[in-house]
């Protein structure tokens, strides 16, 4: 090691966002386009797949450390959702017409037209313009 230059942080750990979200797995230091950011890697469990979410510090509202049995039991409760079911009217509306929008995007099934049987899709007015 350089003298004056310390050891990137990595650890097991409970990740608390702005008080609100509590995450856990495996916590380190990434650098992205020059900027320092934290990376919860959350591992793939019971079928889930793994999760990597990227926070600029300044959000996180406290990490703690711990082993990485609890870290893990942790991560298995608690799990970021990429997109949500709320967000998928909006990424249909956005979409081209020529774009299909993957299914897993919109969980409540196709009728024969392949339009989604809750979120109206081919309802909605969309400006392609």
Same mark, same amino acid.
């Given at each position: ?13 409970? $990740? !608390? ?6 995450? #856990? ?7 992205? =386009?020059?900027?320092?950011?934290? *990376? ?9 797949? =793994? ?6 510090? =300044? ?12 870290? *893990?039991?942790? +991560?298995?409760?608690?799990? /970021?959702?990429?997109?949500? *079911?709320? !967000?998928?009217? #909006? $990424?249909?509306?956005? =979409? /081209?017409?020529?774009?299909?929008? /993957? !299914?897993? $995007?919109?969980?409540? +099934?196709? &009728?024969?037209? &392949?339009?989604? $049987?809750?979120? &109206? ?9």
């Amino acid at each position: 090691m350089a003298e004056g230059k310390a050891d990137p942080f990595k650890a097991w750990a409970i $990740l !608390e966002i702005m008080g609100h979200r509590k995450y #856990g797995g495996l916590v380190t230091e990434e650098q992205i =386009a020059g900027v320092a950011f934290i *990376r919860l890697d959350i591992p793939e469990s019971e079928g889930q797949p =793994a999760v990597t979410q990227f926070y600029q510090p =300044a959000s996180i509202y406290c990490l703690t450390p711990t082993t990485e049995a609890t870290a *893990r039991a942790m +991560g298995r409760r608690f799990r /970021p959702e990429p997109v949500s *079911r709320y !967000e998928v009217p #909006g $990424l249909l509306a956005a =979409a /081209p017409e020529d774009d299909a929008i /993957p !299914e897993q $995007l919109c969980p409540h +099934g196709r &009728d024969a037209d &392949d339009d989604c $049987l809750e979120c &109206d899709a081919a309802d909605m007015e969309v400006d392609r313009g």
